[in-house]
């Protein structure tokens, strides 16, 4: 009975083991898990324009092949995760669709400018960085087919993170005008790099329900957090500062403290005002439309493949 399915259910959770297809799910989690996939896959697949705007720019041949190679990473993500949402009955025509008519979210990230290569190396250390600190945790998400995605993208997340830190790293190592750039770049990028993490927790509507689901396993502020306290250093021995005047190690807390957030802003560009989210949006139109006839011809050879193995 539903009951039986439902205490089963429970029951999975608790032990912290993994809901598979397969099994019964309550449909608010399945809901709930679409939405988080989907929105995750969305942003993977969004977010190959900002960095993909410097591949016809790259300052050498070296920085050209590792930029188009970590962008198809990205691409092959996006992919991977639409296949986890399948499995919960999502179709990913369907989920496109609501991407580009606005019905459904991608990271606010993605839609500041990259104005200068020093963001391609940025956006390997902060936001792959915060990627990373925010999926970690997510390789345990009770959802299987999730779970087992994270633990490949978070390992090439890691050698992202690692790529955008070497290139840093040469740059301050360069002219004035290349740490200026690197300088730049982070002032633009620290804080929506905090705002990856989502509202603040007493204003975070979905994270008392994913906690009891084990969908998340910390909080929004533990993971920007747990963020915060991992950057500090690394920028110490980049050369950078961060731009926020508060932040400074609190020994009482053991964790470092920091400035308030612009939470407006983090809302404007959710809800689709920040500064590129028109064009980010119109590009995957484009780029679903233009793919229109493969989508076409793909079909109409498995109606031929299926018409010769039933003749
Ligand atoms: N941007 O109640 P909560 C990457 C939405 S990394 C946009 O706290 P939840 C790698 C939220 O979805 C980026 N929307 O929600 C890469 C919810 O929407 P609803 C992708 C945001 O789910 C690197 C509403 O606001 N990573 O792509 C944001 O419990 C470099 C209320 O929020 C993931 O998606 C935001 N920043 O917690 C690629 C990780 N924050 O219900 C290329 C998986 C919140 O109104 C280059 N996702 N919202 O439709 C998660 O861990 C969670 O979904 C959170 C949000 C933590 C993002």
């Excluded at 990913?92 to 459904?104: A, F, N, V």
């Excluded at 994913?210 to 969908?215: D, G, L, V, Y």
């Amino acid at each position: 009975s539903e009951s039986d399915l439902e205490q089963h259910f429970e029951h999975t959770i608790a032990k912290d083991q993994r809901i598979e297809p397969r099994d019964w799910l309550p449909e608010a989690y399945r809901k709930t898990m679409i939405r988080q996939i989907a929105q995750h896959a969305h942003s993977e697949i969004i977010g190959m324009q900002p960095e993909g705007n410097w591949i016809t720019r790259a300052p050498s041949l070296r920085r050209k092949a590792i930029l188009l190679a970590k962008v198809q990473d990205e691409a092959g993500h996006g992919l991977y995760l639409y296949s986890a949402a399948e499995t919960l009955g999502g179709d990913r025509g369907d989920l496109t669709e609501k991407l580009i008519s606005g019905r459904q979210k991608y990271s606010s990230i993605f839609n500041y400018p990259t104005l200068s290569f020093a963001d391609v190396g940025v956006i390997g250390w902060l936001v792959d960085g915060a990627a990373i600190c925010n999926q970690v945790p997510l390789c345990r998400s009770s959802y299987g087919p999730y779970a087992r995605a994270m633990i490949r993208i978070c390992k090439e997340e890691s050698f992202h993170q690692r790529q955008g830190y070497e290139l840093l790293m040469a740059m301050m190592n360069g002219t004035r005008k290349q740490r200026e750039a690197v300088q730049d770049s982070v002032n633009r990028f620290w804080w929506p790099s905090l705002m990856m993490f989502g509202p603040s927790d007493d204003d975070s509507p979905n994270t008392a329900q994913s906690m009891a689901w084990k969908i998340k396993r910390h909080t929004n502020d533990e993971l920007r957090q747990r963020f915060v306290d991992m950057t500090v250093p690394q920028a110490e021995t980049l050369g950078v500062t961060l731009p926020d005047p508060d932040l400074a190690w609190n020994a009482d807390r053991g964790h470092h403290d920091f400035g308030a957030i612009d939470w407006d802003e983090l809302k404007q560009v959710i809800s689709g005002g920040g500064p590129c989210n028109t064009e980010r949006v119109e590009r995957r139109r484009a780029a679903h439309e233009d793919g229109a006839w493969v989508r076409e011809a793909a079909a109409a050879h498995a109606r031929k493949q299926q018409q010769r193995k039933e003749a």
